[in-house]
């Protein structure tokens, strides 16, 4: 089974319009880690939001929110105010356990790209 | 501050060759883990260095090897080269909530 799932293979988006990026996790630990990375046309992997499954709030980066709901086991990326900029892969990825220095493995869906029309 | 650097930034290599690649972490950061991206995949974790030591492995043959220095810079080895090794290497080292951060990566072809 899948342990990161990410079912839109592709959006579209209106510059300055708001849109959601869904993920799903399956997992078992009760510690365990999300974030959201983009990965633009040059292949640089950009670190975008991270969420602890313990955090009780929402993370928030600027026009990057998180919308984690725990008992759905979903973690959905919300882009504000979309720019031109913004199109790019977008990848789900989980850290299963706490983040200890000798656990950094990721695992990571299979993306969504993202085009930001003008 | 410099990020993650890796070098170098494109490779031709035959099948059979062997290869090194390398990377150095973000500055403060002892953990470097190294990934696999095939084109229109999400990355695949190779193997996790932590105080020198490989600490997690993922799922890839022994062909795959490596190593951390005292200084926390890594380098990923693989022997044999197949056709099928072709891809994006990334190396990311990794901060305290383990969030990774990564370099603009080695684009691997096998010939």
């Known amino acids: 089974a899948q342990k990161i799932t990410q079912t839109q293979p592709g959006m579209f988006v209106q510059e300055k319009e708001a849109v959601t990026l869904d993920c799903t996790y399956d997992?078992?630990?009760?510690?365990?880690?999300l974030f959201w990375y983009k990965q633009p046309s040059s292949g640089e992997m950009i670190f975008l939001i991270y969420?602890?499954?313990?955090d009780q709030q929402n993370a928030t980066e600027g026009r990057y929110s998180l919308n984690f709901q725990k008992a759905r086991k979903s973690a959905n990326l919300v882009i504000s105010a979309s720019q031109l900029g913004d199109s790019a892969m977008y990848f789900c990825?989980?850290?299963?356990?706490?983040?200890?220095?000798?656990?950094?493995?990721?695992?990571w869906g299979l993306g969504t790209s993202l085009a930001v029309n003008p | 501050d410099a990020g993650v650097t890796q070098s170098p930034t494109h490779l031709i290599k035959t099948r059979g060759q062997q290869v090194t690649l390398r990377c150095s972490p973000k500055?403060?950061?002892?953990?470097v883990s190294w990934y696999q991206q095939a084109l229109g995949q999400g990355p695949q974790f190779i193997f996790q260095?932590?105080?020198?030591?490989?600490?997690q492995r993922g799922n890839f043959p022994d062909r795959f090897s490596g190593h951390q220095f005292p200084n926390y810079s890594s380098e990923l080895n693989v022997n044999a080269l197949l056709l099928g090794d072709s891809a994006l290497y990334l190396c990311?080292?990794?901060?305290?909530?383990?969030?990774?951060?990564f370099g603009q990566g080695t684009r691997l072809t096998v010939v």
């Open positions: 990311a080292s990794s901060a305290n909530r383990g969030e990774a951060f």
């Open positions: 500055s403060g950061h002892d953990t």
């Open positions: 260095y932590y105080e020198e030591e490989e600490r």
């Open positions: 997992t078992s630990d009760p510690s365990y880690g």
């Open positions: 969420q602890g499954s313990y």
């Open positions: 990825a989980m850290r299963e356990g706490p983040p200890a220095g000798n656990n950094r493995k990721l695992i």
